[in-house]
């Protein structure tokens, strides 16, 4: 394999069409199908199978797919590095936040970079905690913020803050009380919470307690939107950090209360998969990120103890 045939696999997978990929490689459909059956041959698999509505990819040319999509963002990567040696920051980057990091820091974020580094080419992913740990794994995004992280050895991480976890909801379902409340309090009322999975264990990393919890639960959602409307709507309550509902704490449409006892904090980390070397330009947007969110944590906007010194 070389990294013209791997370019051209690519297209192929994304186009699911050769005189499609062709035009979008500015080559000769000829040579598209060439490298494709070249491809192939050497590795004594089928990539695709040939459909009317096109170009199917088998279990294999997924595999494949995976695979380029990581050797060519590497081969890029260390190709900026390389070129960048100058005292300039430039070149393209992603970045995976989940959405409380993203409110928190987001906005902040883009205009320093568009005022900062006029050379940097930014891609932010936002998406619930769990899929920016996958968006890491599956090389769609250089560096990725997450909460609770599972282990993982080719995921290099560092913890960079902890904040409480509270019980927000309506009045109606939680009460207009500031104290504490127990998880035998908690279970008795209709909770709202993401799908089980990577995106709920960002909240709470506890499956005994989850279990108990799942019998309150009458909807289930993968949508922060979906949440926050719940929970306006009076449906239930959730399990959130104060910034996650900061603007409805403070105009009153919502209420928090502490939580006593296991679910206390969640744990928020910043990483990169081990296999890539760290670039100036990742390193800077890194420094940027965390410098932000030290300054969120500092003023008192983002409630949480930080690990950032």
């Known amino acids: ?15 699911k ?11 000769a459909q000829s040579a598209i199908s060439h490298h494709l059956a070249n491809l192939e041959e050497n590795l004594g698999v ?15 040319g997924i595999k494949l797919y995976d695979h380029a999509k990581m050797i060519l963002k590497a081969v890029k990567s260390a190709e900026q590095d390389i070129r960048g040696q100058s005292d300039a920051i430039a070149g393209e980057i992603a970045i995976g936040l989940p959405f409380t990091v993203m409110k928190a ?21 936002e998406s619930l905690s769990g899929g920016t740990f996958t968006n890491l794994l599956s090389s769609e995004v250089d560096i990725a913020l997450f909460y609770n992280p599972q282990k993982d050895d080719r995921v290099s991480s560092r913890q960079i803050l902890a904040e409480e976890v509270l019980c927000v909801g309506k009045h109606s379902i939680i009460g207009a009380s ?17 799908r089980q999975g990577v995106s709920v264990r960002a909240v709470v990393d506890r ?6 919890l799942e019998a309150q639960v009458p909807i289930h959602l993968n949508s922060v939107n979906g949440i926050t409307t719940g929970l306006l709507a009076g449906l239930g309550c959730t399990l959130a950090p104060h910034v996650f509902v900061s603007d409805y704490l403070k105009s009153g449409e919502l209420h928090a209360r502490p939580i006593e006892g296991p679910l206390v904090n969640r744990r928020l980390f910043i990483g990169q998969l081990k296999d890539r070397p760290a670039t100036r ?15 969120e944590v500092n003023s008192g906007r983002w409630q949480a103890e930080s690990n950032l010194g």
């Open 1 to 15: 394999m070389n990294i013209r045939q791997l370019t051209y696999y690519i297209a192929i997978f994304e186009q």
């Open 17 to 27: 069409n050769l005189s499609r990929a062709a035009s979008h490689c500015n080559v």
């Open 178 to 194: 500031d104290s504490v409340l127990t998880f035998d309090d908690l279970v008795k009322f209709p909770i709202l919470l993401l």
């Open 207 to 212: 499956p005994g307690i989850l279990n108990r």
């Open 281 to 295: 330009l990742v390193e800077a947007m890194t420094d940027l990120l965390l410098s932000l969110i030290a300054e």
């Open 46 to 60: 089928t990539l695709f199978t040939r459909k009317p509505r096109g170009m199917e990819p088998t279990a294999a």
């Open 105 to 125: 820091v987001g906005l902040p974020f883009m205009k320093a970079v568009l005022r900062d580094y006029p050379d940097v080419r930014l891609s932010i992913v």
